[in-house]
């Protein structure tokens, strides 16, 4: 069936390109034309330079209707990582063909046209080749199907109800319900898990986006324990939009005083340093003593270093 899509999708392809696409030998996709012409498949053989296969003109597959794994596997089909890493990368492909076959002949090229044009790379900078999780295939299945599972998690026992799967800059984390609360667990520290027969009901108000939404926001806010005060100039407000923390900014720019002072939440002293050294002149730290003490000791030894001789 994905040969005749794929001529159908195309208009003529051949033997080469069509083995190349199904990852087959030359031979199997003469095989698999002669088994479809003898089946009733109108797929003849044009001879010649430039010649391939190719079906007979207006003719049109009936077999294109998604079932329901290709249909929720082609939302995802942008996102070909986690395609791959889920191991849905076959399924996708067979209903992104099946979508192709039911465009009309003006509209085939979209599909290339959109991939010249966009490509999301959702893994962060240096992650480097290492292979998923090696729970991640038996908790997606466990997610599509809605099983619920008992696992190793933290040298412990969990019995979770697994909502859903996100890749955020690389790392698989799953969101789960126990207990009545939704949790997020990171995939690559789940040992070995059992998938029971039984299902569980979904909450039909979970918002699977939302709910990220709010546990990367609330965790970003559990990460700032100190609090800082600095003054600032008029282009010190300005940079702070780039120097704090984003979970930070909205709480700074709230306490901002007429003459520059503000509060700024921070992960730690250490981390208030280097973002004070960003500023430049342009930031006074008034509190606390301790931060003070380590900008007037790094500016006293920059003037040093930049002072004539």
Do not use: C
């Not at 085939?108 to 999780?133: I, K, M, N, T």
């Not at 282009?235 to 979970?247: F, K, N, Q, Y």
């Not at 720019?253 to 003459?259: N, R």
């Amino acid at each position: 069936m994905s040969l005749v899509l794929l001529l159908q999708g195309r208009g003529g392809m051949t033997a080469a390109e069509l083995a190349k696409e199904l990852e087959v030998s030359e031979r199997t996709v003469h095989r698999d034309v002669l088994a479809l012409s003898e089946a009733g498949v109108p797929v003849y053989a044009d001879r010649g330079r430039g010649g391939g296969y190719r079906l007979l003109d207006g003719y049109r597959t009936r077999l294109t209707g998604l079932d329901r794994a290709e249909a929720e596997a082609l939302f995802l089909s942008g996102v070909p990582v986690a395609l791959r890493e889920m191991g849905l990368q076959d399924v996708a492909a067979t209903a992104r063909l099946k979508a192709a076959a039911a465009l009309s002949p003006g509209l085939r090229d979209a599909p290339a046209v959109a991939a010249q044009r966009f490509h999301l790379d959702a893994p962060g900078w240096f992650a480097g080749d290492e292979p998923p999780p090696a729970a991640l295939s038996v908790l997606a299945g466990a997610v599509w199907n809605d099983r619920r599972i008992t696992a190793a998690y933290k040298q412990g026992l969990r019995t979770l109800e697994p909502y859903g799967l996100v890749l955020k800059a690389g790392v698989w984390y799953l969101a789960a319900r126990t207990g009545g609360r939704h949790l997020i667990y990171r995939v690559d520290r789940f040992g070995d898990i059992e998938v029971h027969e039984d299902g569980f009901d979904r909450d039909p108000g979970f918002d699977l986006a939302a709910f990220w939404a709010g546990q990367s926001a609330e965790f970003s806010r559990s990460l700032l324990r100190d609090v800082v005060t600095l003054r600032l100039s008029e282009r010190g407000v300005r940079l702070l939009r780039h120097i704090a923390d984003p979970a930070a900014l909205a709480d700074a720019l709230g306490s901002l005083t007429g003459d520059g002072t503000v509060r700024l939440a921070v992960e730690s002293i250490g981390v208030a340093y280097s973002q004070v050294l960003r500023f430049g002149p342009e930031a006074e730290v008034l509190d606390p003593p301790e931060l003070r003490a380590l900008v007037a000791d790094a500016a006293a030894r920059m003037s040093a270093l930049y002072s004539p001789p």
